[in-house]
Antibody, heavy 119, light 109 residues
Framework: QVQLVQSGAEVKKPGASVKVSCKVS????????MHWVRQAPGKGLEWMGG????????IYAQKFQGRVTMTEDTSTDTAYMELSSLRSEDTAVYYC????????????WGQGTLVTVSS | QTVVTQEPSFSVSPGGTVTLTCGLS?????????PSWYQQTPGQAPRTLIY???TRSSGVPDRFSGSILGNKAALTITGAQADDESDYYC?????????FGGGTKLTVL
């Protein structure tokens, strides 16, 4: 069974960057398609981007292009999401989630990481 | 811009049946969008309920079912229980990206 364990809460100042990690167990990262979804306080879920195994590229939601970078360290089965130029609106819980390749749904979820952006 | 629509809130009596829907601001939802549904309680990560329109995720009770109703995807809860009180989100696959609906807050009372 896939388990995703994320790094702990972060507090950042506006303009800074944050890097959230997601450690995989039960499978290797190369067997999975990892994506990131965020949720601002009291708001809904928002897809940010993830790995497309069909072409081997990482795809990003248009809203975050240029500001987000998603990487993977296959030696440690850990995925990372780095968001730069943080603003208060980026305060949210960030989730990693695996996407099933056949039915393109979010199959397994991490527990979430709260990122607070405040001066 | 693609907007996925959901009812902001809904209420159901214990034991009752409720159908939540997931539409598109322009156009119809079909199985080609691989609609999936997620349940979320406060402070918890989402839980996958339904994928590919109508397939229940492992361990999901059969009182949850998915379908296409008219031009929308639908999640039906038959015999609602108190612990079904949650937020429910649908998401549609747009071919190269995903769009979540705004979520429906379901109250069981």
């Amino acid at each position: 069974q896939v388990q995703l364990v994320q790094s702990g809460a972060e507090v950042k100042k506006p303009g800074a960057s944050v890097k959230v990690s997601c450690k995989v167990s039960g499978y290797t990262l190369t067997e999975l398609s990892m994506h990131w979804v965020r949720q601002a306080p009291g708001k809904g879920l928002e897809w940010m981007g993830g790995f497309d195994p069909e072409d081997g590229e990482t795809i990003y939601a248009q809203k975050f292009q240029g500001r987000v970078t998603m990487t993977e360290d296959t030696s440690t089965d850990t995925a990372y999401m780095e968001l730069s130029s943080l603003r208060s609106e980026d305060t949210a819980v960030y989730y990693c989630a695996t996407v099933d390749g056949d039915y393109v749904y979010f199959q397994h979820w991490g527990q979430g990481t709260l990122v607070t952006v405040s001066s | 811009q693609t907007v996925v629509t959901q009812e902001p809130s809904f209420s159901v009596s214990p034991g009752g049946t409720v159908t939540l829907t997931c539409g598109l601001s322009s156009g119809s939802v079909s199985t080609s969008y691989y609609p999936s549904w997620y349940q979320q309680t406060p402070g918890q990560a989402p839980r996958t309920l339904i994928y590919s329109t109508n397939t229940r995720s492992s361990g999901v009770p059969d009182r949850f079912s998915g379908s296409i109703l008219g031009n929308k995807a639908a999640l039906t809860i038959t015999g609602a229980q108190a612990d079904d009180e949650s937020d429910y989100y649908c998401v549609l696959y747009m071919g190269s990206f995903w769009v979540f609906g705004g979520g429906t807050k379901l109250t069981v009372l």
